[in-house]
């Protein structure tokens, strides 16, 4: 399927994550995405590694992760040459996107006003760390830092003196998710306007921006939250429970499932300190000990199968090899097959939407399915500076 977007061209300005993960989810949904790189060295994610891969090329694992459905094109924006391509290139594009520094493209020659006059319905995109304007306006960000800065690492991790980073770069997708939306809210506003706007977004207001529980029990009830590990700092019991062999996770999200759980595993749901879940929460210690000593003689996998029979939420604690391996995932269409020029038919995480028309009593998949690879470096250089500059 060719997909919804496949009538609109996005210019990637954007290197690293945040920008080319939002580029890649408009990418996946059939638009044309032009990725502008610097001559030589290309996006710095192809040096990020290990691992590296390919025998005699050394191919970043790293930037395969957020490139697929993808063209590129080598410009130097210092050159005048070269800066008189991207302005075809703008003049004929729907979307830009860049994550340079606060005034890096007003010194390039390409401020909002000038993108504007060269092309007033083109939707621009413009990630930053921390914010574009405000007191630290401008400030340099990178995923990690935001994570700390923006509060995520002090809820995350074993305790209130153990803060972790999450596993992956988060403030930097979720920035590019929130961009991709942005773009796609602006784009749907154009249809009415028949002008473009700029979006800005950044990873301190993205990770901000999905706090959610977390953020009101400071905002509202003035209580600071902090890590706690692998329980749930509102329901109990929910989290990771060891058992004979290993551990499992579980969530009693509601009474009747904790009546179900102590059901089946001979627990006392009337128990002093366990009849409500805020009763469980301010006893949380003792509710896990006496979970975990219930599970104490039970195997992972005959848990698994009680705990499912029960109707209770469960599941096992997969390493990534497991969950590319596991059906379901495939069923899901998470795994998407591409031909790479130098590594030949690979596997990269596919996209998380699926769409469906619904007709005559029937749904019919419209997903798209086939994808391109992470494009080598102005591997189509000549194509767009043939679209950029002709008529």
């Given at each position: 399927m060719p997909g919804a977007l496949q009538n609109i061209t996005v210019i990637d300005l954007t290197r690293a994550l945040a920008g080319p993960h939002a580029a890649q989810m408009l990418g996946d949904q059939g638009a044309r995405v032009i990725k502008v790189e610097t001559p030589g060295t290309g996006d710095d994610t192809r040096s990020?590694?290990?691992?590296?891969?390919?025998?005699?090329?050394?191919?970043?694992?790293?930037?395969?992760?957020?490139?697929?459905?993808?063209?590129?094109?080598?410009?130097?924006?210092?050159?005048?040459?070269?800066?008189?391509?991207?302005?075809?290139?703008?003049?004929?594009?729907?979307?830009?996107?860049?994550?340079?520094?606060?005034?890096?493209?007003?010194?390039?020659?390409?401020?909002?006003?000038?993108?504007?006059?060269?092309?007033?319905?083109?939707?621009?995109?413009?990630?930053?760390?921390?914010?574009?304007?405000?007191?630290?306006?401008?400030?340099?960000?990178?995923d990690q830092i935001a994570q700390g800065e923006a509060g995520l690492m002090s809820l995350t991790g074993s305790g209130p003196d153990d803060p972790q980073r999450v596993g992956t770069p988060i403030g930097d997708l979720l920035a590019g998710i929130h961009g991709a939306y942005g773009v796609m809210t602006a784009l749907y506003e154009r249809e009415t306007t028949g002008r473009g706007q700029v979006v800005r977004t950044s990873l301190l207001a993205s990770i901000v921006g999905v706090h959610a529980f977390q953020g009101t029990r400071w905002t509202v009830a003035q209580e600071i939250p902090a890590a706690q590990g692998n329980h749930h700092p509102s329901i109990t019991p929910y989290g990771l429970f060891h058992c004979a062999d290993g551990s499992v996770q579980i969530s009693c999200g509601n009474e009747t499932l904790w009546q179900k759980l102590c059901a089946e595993f001979g627990l006392d749901p009337a128990a002093e300190g366990m009849a409500t879940n805020a009763e469980r929460n301010a006893n949380r210690q003792a509710v896990i000990a006496a979970v975990e000593g219930a599970f104490a003689d039970v195997t992972a996998e005959d848990l698994l199968a009680r705990l499912g029979a029960a109707g209770i939420p469960s599941g096992k604690v997969r390493t990534l090899d497991e969950v590319y391996a596991w059906e379901q995932t495939r069923s899901q269409g998470l795994l998407a097959q591409v031909e790479h020029p130098v590594l030949g038919n690979i596997h990269l995480p596919g996209p998380p939407l699926r769409f469906f028309d619904v007709a005559d009593g029937a749904q019919t998949e419209t997903t798209r399915t086939e994808h391109t690879a992470p494009p080598a470096l102005d591997a189509d250089g000549d194509v767009v500076r043939a679209w950029a500059l002709g008529g």
């Open positions: 990020w590694g290990p691992p590296f891969v390919g025998d005699d090329e050394h191919i970043s694992t790293y930037y395969l992760s957020c490139n697929r459905n993808k063209e590129s094109i080598a410009l130097n924006l210092k050159d005048d040459a070269d800066k008189a391509v991207l302005e075809g290139m703008v003049r004929k594009a729907d979307v830009l996107m860049e994550n340079f520094r606060t005034g890096v493209m007003d010194r390039l020659g390409f401020s909002m006003e000038r993108l504007a006059e060269l092309n007033p319905r083109l939707v621009v995109l413009s990630i930053s760390g921390f914010g574009h304007d405000g007191p630290e306006g401008g400030r340099p960000g990178y």
